[in-house]
């Protein structure tokens, strides 16, 4: 330093001032670019999760929406269902019904009877009831049978077919019996 002309006096004021830098520029960091920067990063974590609330919230809105749509179209199936069955006692009405059904598949002589009526368990289901119905089917073909079985619970969304007996009848060679345990839900009137 003393090649460059400078006295002593002008050296310490030279490292006092460059300690004063020093010292200044921590000071700058710490206290004052410090507090910015952990407020940016604390503003910037804050935006982050309530941007994945946001997004997660959009999700249970496409969820919400979705949940009512069904909703709205299992209220409405369910009034089309309950709407199938006709006002009275099924015992008065079933019967019929049955016998028409095979006798428009060109089966004669279909008869239904009732076997048991029970009523659900499930709490959900207490204004329906659980009719088991036996129909029998003394002679019919073997195609027209399988057809009427598979239209049989498709025109009957409500009823479903338990158990099947089908027996040969020897002196008929196409021809057959048929003992049908069939279960349908009813509501409770």
């Known amino acids: ?12 004021k030279i490292g006092l001032s460059s300690m004063g830098m020093v010292f200044l520029v921590y000071v700058y960091f710490t206290f004052f670019l410090g507090p910015l920067n952990r407020s940016r990063n604390t503003m910037l974590a804050t935006m982050d999760d309530v941007q994945n609330k946001l997004s997660s ?13 069904q909703a709205k179209a299992a209220t409405t199936r369910f ?13 008065a009405w079933f019967p019929p019904r049955i016998k028409l059904f095979f006798a428009n598949e060109q089966i004669d002589k279909a008869v239904a009877r009732l076997e ?4 659900f368990k499930e709490p ?13 089917i ?51 009137k």
Do not use: H
């Open 138 to 188: 003394p002679q019919a073909d073997y195609s027209a049978l399988g057809k009427a079985i598979a239209d049989l619970e498709n025109a009957e969304p409500l009823l479903s077919i338990t158990k099947l007996a089908i027996r040969a009848l020897p002196e008929q060679g196409q021809s057959q019996a048929v003992d049908i345990v069939a279960t349908n839900f009813i509501p409770k």
């Open 57 to 69: 919230s959009k999700g249970e809105l496409a969820k919400a929406v979705t949940l009512e749509n």
């Open 79 to 91: 009034a089309a269902l309950k709407a199938l069955n006709p006002e009275g006692a099924p015992i």
């Open 116 to 119: 048991n009526s029970v009523p």
């Open 1 to 12: 330093m003393k090649a460059l002309g400078l006295s002593k006096d002008q050296i310490k």
């Open 124 to 136: 959900e289901l207490a204004d329906w009831m659980r009719y088991n119905w036996m129909i029998n």
